[in-house]
């Protein structure tokens, strides 16, 4: 169990696709929104985690047309969201900090961990090695771990968004706010590229 709490902390320490996202929308849109995207995230890990311990997600390891279909999916909605960010920036602080619907925000934590393919192969090739076959009970195992996994992860995100928070009145704000939320802008294109080549 502490081997799985150590290995579920150093991936979910490292910069990746959820991390980038929810500093990214915090520094744009405040804590609220980053909260709501964090609850999204915890939610596509629920759900693949599960799919993952009935055997479903077997099939993207299995397909690699559908691993591209998947990887390609979430590369170009995360360009979508650096577009969207540039788009808000250019238009001005009105525009750019007007509150998004917090269901919106929470459908966009969802949808980029949805399709981040690097979830399913955690689950598929990471968690199985921490399970006990005999103990029995290995879908129950497979659960709990999935839990613990999606705890952690959670902790984490949700420490990004109240760092990113803090950070907030610092960088945006005054004259440079627009530089800084282009700036996101442009980091937010540079995790694509690095999600691009990381899932290659």
Do not use: C
Not at 14 to 25: D, I, K, R, V
Not at 60 to 68: F, G, N, W
Not at 87 to 98: L, M, P
Request: charged fraction near 10%.
């Amino acid at each position: 169990m502490i081997g799985f709490l150590l290995t579920s902390l150093v991936l979910e320490l490292t910069p990746g696709p959820n991390m980038g996202t929810l500093a990214s929308l915090t520094l744009e849109r405040g804590r609220g929104a980053g909260l709501a995207a964090v609850a999204g995230i915890a939610v596509g890990l629920a759900i693949i985690g599960t799919l993952a311990a009935f055997g479903l997600t077997a099939a993207i390891a299995e397909s690699p047309a559908l691993y591209q279909v998947l990887r390609w999916a979430g590369i170009l909605y995360l360009l979508y969201l650096a577009y969207d960010a540039w788009r808000d920036a250019g238009a001005g602080a009105d525009i750019a900090s007007k509150p998004e619907d917090a269901g919106s925000l929470f459908l966009r934590g969802l949808t980029v961990n949805l399709l981040n393919p690097k979830a399913a192969v955690f689950y598929i090739a990471v968690l199985p090695t921490f399970i006990d076959a005999a103990r029995g009970a290995v879908l129950a195992q497979n659960l709990t771990l999935v839990a613990i996994y999606v705890a952690v992860a959670t902790a984490v995100h949700t420490g990004v968004v109240l760092l990113a928070a803090q950070l907030r009145p610092l960088l945006v704000a005054g004259a440079g706010e627009r530089l800084v939320r282009r700036a996101l802008a442009i980091v937010m294109g540079i995790i694509a590229i690095w999600f691009a080549w990381e899932t290659r």
